[in-house]
């Protein structure tokens, strides 16, 4: 069965470093991978999505992610941290459907 | 334009009742989803919709039952309420499949406490 896994299901970081969230797929097939952001109380926000056109995708916010197939990687990172970054991450997978990872907490230490 | 509207926003049921959550999308949207979230488990497809007319169970179907009313609606119904569908219940819709790469636009969710 195809699936995502997301390393690390809180990471803490301090404004102004480095954001890393990690995400690992499995699939037989070129993936289509995504990456959400959830704000508290609200629903799903697309951040960025890989289709196979370019390795290093950009999406909102400041986020970016690049596809590695040799460690079927899709890690999201961003330079800078800013304290609106506070919010749960979600990696998904499309086979048929979405299939999500179980999400990373990212918390921003002032 | 909304988006995808879901309601209510809140619920509470007591063991046994039913309820339907309802979903609509101004979107022209094809593909419409619901899934579910609780802690630690990331979101779960209870049952989609691929276009009017079709409905097809996800990874959580048992105690559900769904209804795409036309292409704009697609209600989730629980017919007798227990205390492990406790959750915040997400309905997302597309212009197609996840499997062609289209984004999902998401509702704001419905949080439900059965006891």
């Known amino acids: 069965a195809q699936s995502v896994t997301q390393l690390g299901s809180h990471v803490s970081v301090s404004e102004g470093a480095l954001v890393l969230l990690r995400c690992n797929y499995s699939s037989s097939v070129p993936p289509y991978l995504f990456w959400y952001v959830q704000y508290p109380n609200q629903g799903l926000q697309l951040l960025l999505k890989?289709?196979?056109?370019?390795?290093l995708v950009k999406g909102i916010n400041g986020f970016e992610a690049e596809f590695k197939k040799s460690e079927t990687s899709f890690h999201l990172t961003k330079p800078s941290a800013h304290m609106s970054d506070a919010a749960e991450y979600f990696c998904?997978?499309?086979?048929?459907?979405?299939?999500f990872g179980t999400g990373t907490r990212l918390t921003i230490i002032p | 334009n909304a988006g995808v509207t879901q309601t209510p926003k809140f619920q509470v049921l007591k063991t046994g009742q039913s309820m339907t959550l309802q979903c609509a999308q101004d979107?022209?949207?094809?593909?419409m989803y619901w899934y579910r979230q609780d802690p630690g488990m990331g979101l779960r497809l209870i049952y989609y919709?691929?276009?009017?007319?079709?409905?097809d169970k996800g990874e959580v179907p048992n105690g559900y039952n769904v209804s795409r009313l036309n292409k704009r609606e697609f209600s989730l119904r629980l017919e007798s309420a227990a205390p492990s569908q406790t959750s915040v219940y997400f309905c997302?819709?597309?212009?197609?499949?996840?499997?062609?790469?289209?984004?999902?636009?998401f509702g704001p969710g419905t949080r439900l406490t059965v006891t």
């Open positions: 979107m022209n949207h094809n593909s």
């Open positions: 890989y289709t196979s056109a370019a390795t």
């Open positions: 998904a997978h499309r086979d048929e459907k979405l299939t």
């Open positions: 919709s691929a276009s009017e007319g079709t409905t």
């Open positions: 997302a819709s597309a212009s197609g499949l996840a499997g062609a790469g289209y984004e999902q636009y």
